[in-house]
């Protein structure tokens, strides 16, 4: 349970502990409160009609008992262990769930999951895979239609002056975002990467306004309390599937590193690009929710047909954004995970992987299965990438 007493870092660890009281009370409060599977759908339609964007996360600790009647085993175990936490009545306190294509197996889930937990509102976004102008166009008018079933189900009006809005605030807990990770550029990180992934959970189970307020005061203890990873050891960064649970981080960081920088679904990837503020607020969401976000499931390359023919070319309009990454935050040596799988970030490593070595960048591989048992085997291979690069 979340205390009024309790705030920053303290809070954080609290709502990280149980993210699902402070939206329980949120309903009983009267607000809506909406679950979301990936980072597709737009927040900003949500919060401007006052509906609380919720993610939907897995457990690692939880056994999967449920999920297994419904999918197959030889699927990604982060949405396995979703829906059975779904299965589970663990997100029984939504109103609704609002899905999209992030890959083929969650495009799936979210039907079965439709169909298994009847929730009182469902919509789906078939969101293209490719960054096109006319696919911008398609997923902007999809938009509008998630824009329809949101005003049925309130009863309000979603105007442009509420959407630019609701822009305008996201953009600002994004900048906030940013400046916390900003903390971890010094040579003694101010804040670890372990806390970082749990103001990141934190966020995604609460409102937009309270995670502004949380960011501040998170940011002001930070930078004052002046006990941040204080060892200079190797900088890394972390690239790949979702990491919601902080014990990979603590893995890597207890090995003998500083996790500086990451390039996850529950981190940066989520909020470093900003809605562009256009006339039309569609507009502005459609490319930033399309084009903005760096997630594999986007094949980026399609769109740039010359380059085809250069495949380094083709490498840096690809993964040029991790170079300057690398760069800002001073980074080591870069990680590579994938949960077991996971296709779209399987097969997007080797593409990562020859990048990595054309820029001159230490890296490692590792495979798991979205467990903590599984990352003890994991440890003595991350010491020794530790011993090449320190």
């Known amino acids: 349970m979340t205390s009024k007493e309790k705030k920053g870092l303290a809070l954080v660890s609290e709502i990280y502990g149980d993210r699902a009281y402070r939206a329980r009370e949120l309903v009983k409060k009267g607000r809506q409160v909406m679950g979301y599977f990936c980072l597709y759908p737009v927040?900003?339609?949500?919060?401007?009609?006052?509906?609380?964007?919720?993610?939907?996360?897995?457990?690692?600790?939880?056994?999967?008992?449920?999920a297994d009647?419904?999918?197959?085993?030889?699927?990604?175990?982060?949405?396995?262990?979703?829906?059975?936490l779904g299965?589970?009545?663990?997100?029984?306190f939504l109103d609704g769930v609002v899905m999209c294509h992030g890959c083929d197996v969650g495009?799936?889930?979210?039907?079965?999951?439709?169909?298994?937990?009847?929730?009182?509102?469902?919509?789906?976004?078939?969101?293209?895979?490719?960054?096109?102008?006319?696919?911008?166009?398609?997923?902007?008018?999809?938009?509008?239609?998630?824009?329809?079933?949101?005003?049925?189900?309130?009863?309000?009006?979603?105007s442009r002056d509420k959407l630019k809005d609701a822009v305008e605030t996201c953009n600002e807990q994004r900048a906030l975002v940013r400046e916390?990770?900003?903390?971890?550029?010094?040579?003694?990180?101010?804040?670890?990467?372990?806390?970082?992934?749990?103001?990141?959970?934190?966020?995604?189970?609460?409102?937009?306004?309270?995670?502004?307020?949380?960011?501040?005061?998170?940011?002001?203890e930070v930078k004052e309390r002046g006990a941040g990873p204080r060892k200079k050891q190797p900088r890394l960064l972390v690239w790949g599937s979702i990491v919601d649970n902080t014990a990979l981080i603590e893995m890597i960081e207890s090995s003998g590193?500083?996790?500086?920088?990451?390039?996850?679904?529950?981190?940066?990837?989520?909020?470093?690009?900003?809605?562009?503020?256009?006339?039309?607020?569609?507009?502005?969401?459609?490319?930033r929710y399309l084009v903005g976000l760096q997630?594999?499931?986007?094949?980026?390359?399609?769109?740039?047909?010359?380059?085809?023919k250069d495949?380094?070319?083709?490498?840096?309009?690809?993964?040029?954004?991790?170079?300057?990454?690398?760069?800002?935050?001073?980074?080591?040596?870069v990680i590579l995970q994938s949960i077991r799988y996971c296709d779209i970030h399987g097969y997007e490593v080797p593409g990562v992987e020859d990048y990595l070595d054309h820029i001159g960048m230490p890296k490692l591989y590792l495979e798991h299965d979205y467990s903590e048992a599984a990352l003890a085997p994991l440890r003595t291979r991350v010491q020794g990438f530790l011993e090449i690069i320190g």
């Not at 997630?295 to 085809?308: D, H, I, M, N, S």
């Not at 495949?311 to 040596?333: A, H, M, P, Q, T």
């Open 107 to 158: 495009e799936k889930v979210a039907h079965i999951w439709r169909t298994y937990l009847e929730p009182s509102y469902f919509h789906f976004i078939d969101t293209p895979h490719t960054i096109h102008e006319a696919a911008v166009e398609q997923f902007k008018e999809q938009l509008k239609d998630f824009r329809k079933t949101l005003e049925s189900l309130t009863g309000k009006e979603l």
């Open 43 to 66: 927040l900003e339609m949500l919060t401007a009609l006052g509906i609380v964007p919720y993610r939907i996360l897995g457990d690692i600790n939880e056994p999967i008992t449920k």
């Open 257 to 287: 590193a500083n996790v500086v920088m990451d390039d996850t679904c529950v981190g940066s990837r989520a909020y470093f690009p900003d809605v562009e503020i256009t006339e039309d607020p569609l507009d502005g969401l459609s490319y």
């Open 87 to 92: 299965l589970k009545d663990r997100y029984d």
């Open 311 to 333: 495949y380094i070319k083709d490498l840096e309009s690809r993964f040029g954004y991790i170079k300057d990454y690398i760069r800002e935050w001073n980074v080591d040596g």
């Open 69 to 84: 009647a419904c999918l197959p085993t030889v699927v990604c175990p982060f949405v396995r262990s979703s829906l059975d």
């Open 180 to 220: 916390l990770y900003d903390l971890r550029k010094p040579d003694f990180p101010l804040i670890s990467g372990a806390e970082t992934l749990q103001v990141m959970v934190a966020l995604m189970s609460m409102p937009v306004e309270e995670g502004i307020d949380l960011l501040k005061q998170v940011i002001s």
């Open 295 to 308: 997630c594999p499931r986007t094949f980026r390359q399609a769109v740039y047909g010359e380059l085809k």
